[in-house]
């Protein structure tokens, strides 16, 4: 599994000085409906147990077929999710969701 480049810079964004962030592409902010669309397509939900989360916002998890997925959100999500939570990836519209929880994530290829 590839791992994403590091950045040296970042356009400044709210979500960067801690406040809501208004980005909405895959890792920032979940937009409404980016979670209505997952909802209506329950087919493309895979079951996942999360497996290690870093304070950097990646997530590892292992899809109950054996892949490994790393997932990443630009917040720190160790507050959020645990090792050996059982959580479902959204794989079209990019949504981890952890019991009542939702976020927006980038999943490295």
Do not use: K
């Not at 964004?13 to 962030?21: A, F, R, Y």
């Not at 490994?68 to 969701?97: F, K």
Request: hydrophobic share 45%.
């Amino acid at each position: 599994m590839s791992q994403l480049p590091e950045l040296d810079h970042t356009a400044p964004c709210t979500c960067e000085s801690g406040e809501m962030c208004a980005d909405i592409r895959p890792g920032h902010g979940l937009h409404a409906l980016q979670l209505r669309l997952a909802s209506a397509t329950p087919s493309l939900w895979r079951d996942a147990l999360i497996v290690g989360v870093r304070d950097d916002g990646w997530v590892d998890a292992v899809a109950l077929d054996g892949t490994a997925v790393s997932l990443w959100n630009h917040g720190d999500l160790t507050d959020s999710v645990v090792a050996g939570e059982p959580v479902s990836l959204h794989t079209a519209y990019n949504v981890l969701a952890a019991g009542s929880r939702r976020f927006n994530v980038l999943a490295a290829a």
